[in-house]
C-alpha cells in the first residue's frame, strides 16, 4: 500500500493549490479518504475527508467554502483544492484513509484528527507567506 502526496509548495495569502494523493495497492473505490495537516507546534487537525460510500465530503470550519476535496477512482487519486490560502494554512499536509466512522460532522464540526487512520502518505509542504 502507498499513498504518494505532492502538489505542495509556496503561495501567497489569496493564492491557490491543489494537492494530489496517488494510491496503490488498494481500490479507492472503497476507502474514505481524508487530508489531514499538522503546522510547527501545532497538533494534527483534519481538514477534509470523502466518504467511500456516497461520495459525501465534509471540511474543518477553518477550511469550508475555501478547500474542495475530492477523488478520480479511475485514477486512484484524491485531489485537495486549496483556493483563498491563508497564512495560518501554512502546514505539512498528509493524506490518509479514514475509517467511514469518522468521516462525519459531530454537531456540526469535522474533528477527526487521525487517530485511527490505518495507511498514511508522506507529507507535502505548504507554506503560505508574503
Not at 7 to 26: A, D, E, I, R
Not at 46 to 73: E, H, L, P
Not at 89 to 108: F, I, L, W
Amino acid at each position: 500500500v502507498q499513498l504518494q502526496a505532492s502538489g505542495g509548495g509556496s503561495v501567497q495569502p489569496g493564492g491557490s493549490l491543489k494537492l494530489s494523493c496517488v494510491v496503490s495497492g488498494f481500490d479507492l473505490d472503497y476507502y474514505t479518504m481524508g487530508w489531514f495537516r499538522q503546522a510547527p507546534g501545532k497538533e494534527r487537525e483534519g481538514v477534509s475527508c470523502i466518504s467511500s460510500s456516497d461520495g459525501g465530503t465534509y471540511y474543518a470550519g477553518s477550511v469550508m467554502g475555501r478547500f474542495v476535496i475530492s477523488k478520480d477512482n479511475f485514477k486512484n487519486t484524491v485531489y485537495l483544492q486549496m483556493n483563498s490560502l491563508k497564512p495560518e494554512d501554512t502546514a505539512v499536509y498528509y493524506c490518509a484513509t479514514v475509517p467511514p466512522s469518522e468521516c462525519t460532522y459531530y454537531d456540526g464540526l469535522y474533528l477527526y484528527t487521525g487517530s485511527s487512520n490505518e495507511y498514511w502518505g508522506q507529507g507535502t509542504q505548504v507554506t503560505v507567506s508574503s
